[in-house]
């Protein structure tokens, strides 16, 4: 992998990640763009004592562009975008609107390829590795900043989600606090090793790899289920079967396996709904320990794949019980979850 760092026209940071050592990346940015101006603020709901970021120059951001006009394609044929190159494997940058910047912590955009139509899905097997290449670096990065606590590498695909650009792409947020969900867990892994004196993560994988019911698929590497209290209609968790805090300290092993098996998993939930159906919207998101914090050496690093869409045509919307206690209401058991999951597996 070669990484090139650059700048954009109005200074911040883009990086490029390429699998051949000789690539060149030296085109400017064209664009007149003024300095980019947030005014990311973290308040803390002094009730249920999260974190709420108000980011009000978020309104101002691209909204659902045409294709001619998207920002995540490479400059070509006179069309300049954020990606200054007129071709490009991963390319990662600042976010323009921003929801955390500064003091408050960083957001960016990772394109995951040059091209418009595609998706995550149909990266192949070396473009998808040089994508984890990318979330380890910008992980270790993030990392040496002063302002950041968590790494968050997460991609939201679909309309249905409220992706606002088609082209396909995640982002990386960096946290200037140890997440609530996180915190959650870590309280969990606490009170579990108080009682058992057990990794409470190694506890649960071990029960979905006894009970079968739930596991989607299982590697030399990796293992992936369906987990025994799903929230969403379709839920996977995918762990390395070696636990690890972050990203940075996968083994060569799992790095390796790592592109067929997400691949793997990402074609199987375009399938759920049988032929004809449109993309499956879903949510990945990568969990990973905070860098400062009481557990860390218990967490464990795993990856949790869902959707919102609940069966052909209808989504799981998140009403009065969600919402409001946050008591999430499954339609789809687990155990039948997983077992569609396994139905379609590729041929």
């Given at each position: 992998m070669k990484k090139?760092v650059?700048?954009?026209?109005?200074?911040?940071e883009?990086?490029?990640?390429?699998?051949?050592?000789d690539?060149?990346?030296?085109?400017?940015d064209q664009r007149?763009?003024?300095?980019?101006?947030?005014?990311?603020?973290i308040?803390?709901?002094p009730l249920l004592?999260?974190?709420?970021?108000?980011?009000?120059h978020r309104?101002?951001?691209?909204?659902?562009p045409?294709a001619d006009?998207c920002?995540?394609?490479?400059s070509?044929e006179?069309?300049?975008s954020?990606?200054p190159d007129?071709?490009?494997?991963?390319?990662?940058?600042?976010?323009?609107?921003?929801?955390?910047?500064?003091?408050s912590?960083?957001?960016?955009?990772?394109?995951?390829t040059s091209?418009?139509?595609?998706?995550?899905?149909?990266?192949t097997?070396?473009q998808?590795?040089?994508v984890?290449?990318?979330?380890?670096?910008?992980?270790?990065?993030?990392?040496?900043?002063d302002q950041?606590t968590?790494?968050?590498?997460?991609?939201n695909?679909?309309?249905?989600?409220g992706?606002?650009?088609?082209?396909?792409?995640g982002q990386i947020?960096?946290?200037?606090?140890?997440?609530?969900r996180t915190?959650l867990?870590?309280?969990?892994a606490?009170?579990?090793r108080?009682e058992?004196?057990?990794n409470?993560?190694?506890?649960v994988?071990?029960?979905?790899?006894?009970?079968g019911?739930?596991?989607?698929?299982v590697?030399?590497?990796?293992i992936?289920?369906?987990?025994?209290a799903?929230?969403w209609?379709?839920?996977?968790?995918?762990?390395?079967?070696c636990?690890?805090?972050?990203?940075?300290?996968?083994?060569?092993?799992?790095r390796?396996e790592f592109?067929q098996?997400y691949?793997?998993?990402?074609?199987r939930f375009?399938?759920?709904?049988?032929p004809?159906?449109p993309?499956?919207p879903?949510i990945?998101?990568w969990?990973?320990?905070?860098?400062?914090?009481?557990g860390?050496?218990?967490?464990a690093?795993?990856?949790?794949?869902?959707t919102?869409?609940?069966?052909?045509?209808?989504?799981?919307?998140?009403?009065?019980?969600?919402?409001?206690?946050?008591?999430?209401?499954?339609?789809v058991?687990?155990e039948a979850a997983?077992e569609r999951?396994r139905e379609v597996?590729?041929q």
């Open positions: 090139t650059t700048t954009l026209a109005d200074g911040r883009l990086i490029y990640y390429d699998a051949a050592e690539t060149v990346r030296d085109a400017v007149p763009l003024d300095p980019v101006s947030t005014s990311s603020e308040r803390r709901d004592g999260d974190a709420v970021a108000i980011a009000s309104q101002a951001r691209t909204y659902h045409p006009a920002p995540l394609c490479p070509r006179g069309r300049h954020e990606i007129g071709h490009y494997d991963v390319a990662v940058f600042e976010n323009r609107f921003p929801s955390l910047a500064g003091d912590g960083r957001c960016e955009v990772v394109c995951f091209d418009h139509d595609a998706s995550f899905a149909d990266l097997e070396e998808a590795a040089l984890l290449a990318a979330w380890t670096d910008r992980t270790a990065a993030l990392a040496a900043l950041v968590q790494v968050f590498c997460f991609e695909r679909g309309a249905e989600i992706v606002t650009l088609g082209h396909p792409h947020y960096g946290y200037p606090f140890v997440t609530p915190e867990m870590l309280r969990s606490a009170r579990h108080e058992t004196g057990a409470l993560f190694d506890a994988v071990a029960r979905e790899e006894k009970d019911s739930r596991v989607v698929l590697t030399d590497h990796w992936a289920f369906v987990p025994y799903a929230h209609p379709y839920e996977v968790h995918l762990y390395p079967r636990r690890v805090p972050d990203l940075r300290e996968l083994d060569e092993g799992a390796t592109p098996v691949l793997e998993l990402l074609r375009d399938r759920i709904f049988g004809g159906e993309p499956t879903y990945s998101a969990h990973q320990a905070p860098f400062v914090a009481d860390r050496e218990d967490f690093l795993h990856l949790e794949l869902f919102i869409r609940r069966t052909s045509g209808k989504l799981k919307f998140l009403a009065g019980s969600e919402s409001g206690m946050s008591v999430f209401i499954n339609d058991p687990p997983a999951l597996a590729s």
